[in-house]
């Protein structure tokens, strides 16, 4: 079976949603790391004793969730369903294929790996 | 000279608390919320100062009914003839003539209480108040319910004329600030997350060092707290003071731990630095009246009372974030009653009578229970209405989306940990 390897940035707020989103659709497996980034939304305004920054580059959170091919539908309406405010900056979403996948423990490959 | 010196010195170990409270209230919270709980414990201290000068002093010690001070309110104005004391006195803050110290020096140490009672507030209503309403409703603590109970009770007001002993604080400054929280607590309602599914979720602190060094601070702060009560280098009483202090804490210490053990499968160091806590919490009122051997079964019980108590408030629903309930109001509770439970009298030179199982009979142990039931009544209803007041008008939560992005950019446009990875999303 083809697999997917599906990236997400969505905004550090909504990761909650978006877990419960996910687990309502079965999807359970992911990795979460924090990222930096900027799109469209352009910075956000700190300041440090008065002083104001521009911040550029936004603080994200990286989805990476790999599927089989007949998960992949599913999983990306549930993304979109969690972390869509309709807001600029609710982030993306790129789909990837997957040459291979293996889980160390057992050694399997493939799809069965994945699952 | 000496009791001049003593006062202030331990005034301002008592003011070192408030570094204290901001250490162990930013640690047990998280890192998105870090900076906002610092501005809270900073700023409240500035609000308390200038409160309790304004007419915070007067409400408390000034001369006047049963109920509340009448006489010189207003910036600690009044006639007043300090250091004399007793029948030399001829001054409007009477009930606090029995020291020997210059008005400026009582002014101080009484202020440092009132600002440990309004600090309290904070740790109980973090990650989700309105940094603004927390303001507002600090200056309705150190200006009005504050000094209200401190008259009751140490401004010769009608507890006081009942017999009812408090010697440092256990009702006037923790369960006044235990019951404003409790209130708070209620109106605000969990923080998101904190009740999903009726479900009780735990939301770890970011820094546990953080939350150590807090609590030894404030165990070393305490000992101005209940030493320093004696307003006065009292040789005998200061040295018990501190032995029954320190004995509170560690027995509580011991227990609070070997509970959470039990229960909890490991030994929780949340519930370790809480017992600490407690044990000083309910030491506060009898320490001066009680012997030493007392103050390890009121430590003892203290820290089963507060791993209890934090369990308690989870299950029924009530988000106090870093256990301010179960420490300040449970144990300022239980400490006044040990009072009326332990006593012995004249142990340290105050004719409290004895307590009930020192064959007092319920004199002492009514006169308490009058004092929790009333106190925690008008504190209780008072700051819940202030509450309601503040939510209609300017509003006490912060908005969902800042909640979960955190009240350190929201409010301040501040990160406490900037260049640091910290995951803002739980």
């Not at chain 2, 009812?164 to 009702?171: E, P, W």
């Amino acid at each position: 079976m083809i697999m997917k390897l599906i990236i997400a940035y969505i905004q550090p707020h909504k990761l909650n949603d978006v877990k419960q989103t996910l687990y309502k659709a079965e999807v359970f497996k992911m990795s979460v790391t924090n990222s930096l980034g900027c799109g469209q939304q352009k910075g956000y305004h700190e300041s440090y004793r008065g002083v104001g920054m521009e911040v550029n580059l936004l603080k994200k959170v990286r989805l990476e969730i790999a599927v089989n091919d007949n998960f992949v539908d599913r999983t990306i309406a549930a993304i979109i369903q969690g972390a869509k405010t309709g807001q600029i900056g609710d982030g993306k979403i790129f789909v990837l294929d997957l040459p291979q996948c293996i889980r160390i423990r057992t050694e399997e490959r493939g799809s069965e790996a994945i699952g | 000279m000496m009791d001049t010196m003593w006062v202030l010195i331990t005034a301002f170990l008592v003011f070192f608390m408030n570094l204290g409270f901001a250490a162990v209230e930013s640690g047990f919270a998280r890192a998105k919320n870090c900076v906002n709980i610092m501005s809270k414990n900073f700023i409240v201290f500035a609000v308390s100062s200038l409160g309790f000068l304004i007419i915070g002093w007067g409400l408390m010690f000034g001369d006047g009914s049963g109920l509340v001070g009448l006489k010189g309110l207003f910036f600690a104005g009044g006639a007043d003839n300090s250091p004399a004391i007793g029948e030399a006195y001829k001054g409007v803050y009477s009930a606090i003539s029995w020291t020997g110290v210059p008005l400026w020096a009582k002014f101080f140490f009484q202020l440092v209480f009132c600002g440990t009672a309004a600090t309290i507030v904070s740790g109980a209503v973090c990650e989700r108040i309105k940094y603004v309403a927390f303001i507002a409703f600090s200056f309705a603590m150190a200006m009005f319910i504050y000094p209200v109970i401190g008259h009751w009770v140490w401004g010769g007001g009608w507890l006081a004329k009942l017999g009812m002993f408090d010697f440092a604080g256990s009702t006037v400054v923790h369960s006044v600030g235990g019951w404003a929280a409790l209130a708070g607590v209620i109106i605000l309602g969990p923080r998101i997350g904190k009740f999903d599914n009726g479900h009780i979720k735990a939301i770890p602190g970011h820094n546990l060092s953080l939350a150590t060094l807090g609590t030894f601070v404030l165990w070393f702060g305490w000992f101005g707290f209940n030493p320093g009560s004696t307003m006065a280098a009292d040789a005998n009483a200061i040295g018990h003071i501190a032995v029954t202090t320190n004995t509170a804490a560690a027995a509580a210490i011991m227990s609070a731990t070997i509970l959470s053990w039990v229960l909890l499968g490991k030994p929780d160091l949340g519930m370790t630095l809480n017992g600490c806590l407690a044990g000083l919490v309910a030491i506060t009122a009898p320490c001066a009246f009680v012997s030493v051997g007392a103050s390890i079964v009121i430590g003892l019980i203290a820290g089963v009372l507060v791993v209890l108590a934090v369990m308690m408030f989870d299950r029924l629903r009530l988000d106090d974030p870093v256990g301010a309930l179960s420490v300040h109001l449970v144990n300022g509770v239980f400490g006044t009653i040990c009072v009326g439970l332990f006593a012995i009298d004249k142990i340290t030179g105050t004719a409290t009578g004895n307590g009930l199982f020192y064959g007092g009979g319920f004199k002492l142990l009514g006169a308490q229970l009058a004092a929790v039931v009333t106190v925690g009544l008008f504190v209780f209803v008072v700051a819940m209405a202030i509450w309601a007041i503040l939510k209609a008008v300017i509003g006490i939560r912060v908005s969902r989306e800042e909640e979960l992005r955190g009240l350190d950019i929201g409010e301040h446009g501040n990160e406490a940990y900037s260049g640091f990875q910290v995951f803002t999303t739980e």
